[in-house]
């Protein structure tokens, strides 16, 4: 999440005016055990794990592609908005986004110099007594092994089971782990790839999201995967025929700047892949705590299903709850998942366990 976000939009305002698609529960999506994909049953059976409410301190690995150019959160969003300081970096630095987009800083990111044992040694000094891993951004590129999207760091990027290796080397110094998964949003998120410059020598060119396909990675480091499939697909790209930045940004600002958590209606498909990545996610790493970057639960029901998964499978392997983290919640839904406060705080005593997160500088690197 960026202050991006809260200047971009009234959050949630267009999500309630527009149409949830493919909400309904899918039979045995909760798997077996006490839960429903309700919120009345999440409520009633969930109080949080005592490990939560003594840990007082996590750190969280908030670490991705975006990071590499140094030049703060939401990069991958903003280097296709025209007028935007992002973009005039991308443009210095790497070239016109039709040519050189997201996509090719993906393949700079080598993680050459990630060593994890020592950052945790700094993490346990520091007090920490849980982990978070971050699995997957706005930007859609899964950070695990991934088995359902082949846009992940084992197959691109580091080369390495980012989120395996957090996993591993926390569970052998008896803490606790998690993951977070921002990825609900990325459908949405990436549709200024889709768009052009409005203005100026290249003004109408698309950018890369609207012209690669999986024949152009053909004999690169990309080989053999689809564009695609990254960059969710065109949702929302803007029409021919724009012809300033102004009239562009308020193109996007009303469409696919806004915050929403509903399921797109015209891409079934995105929602499908996020679903089977989730559960992935937590079937192979089984984590204490997942945090989800939504107001509420992402995806509408979709959201209900993986968190009541969760609670049921986390019952199986340990006998005890995990944290699920969203944001903004509505008092009573404060006692069927973890409410977590990005960058604030509770003004007065709160009668269930919550969460702030924050970070030093942007979400994302900014030198």
Same mark, same amino acid.
Request: hydrophobic letters at 35%; proline letters at 7%.
């Given at each position: 999440?960026?202050s991006?976000?809260?200047?971009?939009?009234?959050?949630?305002?267009?999500?309630?005016?527009?149409?949830?698609?493919?909400?309904?529960?899918?039979?045995?999506?909760?798997g077996?055990?006490?839960?429903?994909?309700?919120?009345?049953?999440?409520?009633?059976?969930?109080?949080?794990?005592?490990?939560?409410?003594?840990?007082?301190?996590?750190?969280?690995?908030?670490?991705?592609?975006?990071?590499?150019p140094?030049?703060?959160?939401?990069?991958?969003?903003?280097?296709?908005?025209?007028?935007?300081?992002?973009?005039?970096?991308?443009l210095?630095?790497?070239?016109?986004?039709?040519?050189?987009?997201?996509?090719?800083?993906?393949?700079?990111?080598?993680?050459?110099?990630?060593?994890?044992?020592?950052?945790l040694?700094l993490?346990?000094? #520091? *007090?920490? @007594? !849980?982990?978070? /891993?971050?699995?997957?951004?706005? $930007?859609?590129?899964?950070?695990?092994?991934?088995?359902?999207?082949?846009?992940?760091?084992?197959?691109?990027?580091?080369?390495?089971?980012?989120?395996?290796?957090?996993?591993?080397?926390?569970?052998?110094?008896?803490?606790?782990?998690?993951?977070?998964?921002?990825?609900?949003?990325?459908?949405?998120?990436?549709?200024?790839?889709?768009g052009?410059?409005?203005?100026?020598?290249? #003004? *109408?060119? @698309? !950018?890369?999201? /609207?012209?690669?396909?999986?024949? $152009?990675?053909?004999?690169?480091?990309?080989?053999?995967?689809?564009?695609?499939?990254?960059?969710?697909?065109?949702?929302?790209?803007?029409?021919?025929?724009?012809?300033?930045?102004?009239?562009?940004?308020?193109?996007?600002?009303a469409?696919?700047?806004?915050?929403?958590?509903?399921?797109?209606?015209?891409?079934?498909?995105?929602?499908?892949?996020?679903?089977?990545?989730?559960?992935?996610?937590?079937?192979?790493?089984?984590?204490?705590?997942?945090?989800? $970057?939504?107001?509420?639960?992402?995806?509408?029901?979709?959201?209900?299903?993986?968190?009541?998964?969760?609670?049921?499978?986390?019952?199986?392997?340990?006998?005890?709850?995990?944290?699920?983290?969203?944001?903004?919640?509505?008092?009573?839904?404060?006692?069927?998942?973890?409410?977590?406060?990005?960058?604030?705080?509770?003004?007065?005593?709160?009668?269930?366990?919550?969460?702030?997160?924050?970070?030093?500088?942007?979400?994302?690197?900014?030198?």
């Amino acid at each position: 999440m960026s202050s991006t976000r809260r200047t971009l939009l009234k959050a949630g305002l267009a999500a309630s005016a527009l149409p949830v698609a493919g909400c309904a529960t899918v039979p045995g999506a909760a798997g077996a055990g006490p839960f429903k994909p309700t919120w009345e049953s999440l409520i009633a059976g969930y109080t949080a794990p005592d490990w939560f409410r003594d840990a007082k301190l996590g750190i969280w690995a908030h670490w991705g592609p975006q990071c590499v150019p140094e030049f703060g959160d939401w990069y991958g969003r903003q280097m296709y908005i025209q007028g935007n300081p992002f973009y005039d970096h991308h443009l210095a630095n790497y070239g016109h986004p039709s040519e050189t987009g997201f996509l090719n800083i993906i393949g700079q990111w080598k993680a050459e110099a990630w060593r994890p044992e020592e950052l945790l040694d700094l993490y346990e000094a #520091a *007090g920490a @007594r !849980y982990i978070v /891993a971050m699995a997957q951004h706005h $930007d859609n590129l899964d950070l695990f092994d991934s088995k359902h999207h082949p846009w992940n760091s084992t197959r691109v990027g580091p080369g390495k089971d980012i989120v395996g290796t957090w996993e591993r080397l926390v569970r052998a110094r008896g803490l606790r782990f998690g993951v977070s998964n921002h990825g609900a949003h990325a459908w949405h998120w990436w549709q200024t790839a889709y768009g052009y410059d409005a203005e100026g020598p290249k #003004a *109408g060119r @698309r !950018y890369d999201a /609207a012209t690669l396909t999986r024949a $152009d990675g053909a004999g690169t480091w990309w080989d053999g995967l689809d564009p695609q499939e990254l960059y969710t697909g065109p949702t929302f790209a803007p029409p021919n025929g724009i012809g300033s930045i102004a009239e562009m940004n308020a193109w996007h600002d009303a469409r696919d700047g806004q915050w929403i958590e509903t399921p797109p209606e015209t891409n079934p498909a995105f929602t499908r892949s996020w679903v089977a990545r989730q559960k992935d996610l937590v079937d192979r790493y089984k984590p204490d705590l997942v945090y989800f $970057d939504n107001y509420g639960l992402p995806l509408g029901q979709h959201g209900l299903d993986a968190t009541a998964y969760l609670y049921n499978a986390s019952l199986a392997w340990r006998g005890e709850l995990p944290v699920v983290n969203g944001k903004r919640l509505e008092p009573e839904k404060r006692r069927g998942i973890v409410e977590t406060v990005e960058r604030g705080f509770n003004d007065s005593l709160m009668p269930e366990p919550w969460q702030t997160d924050t970070c030093i500088g942007d979400w994302h690197y900014n030198r």
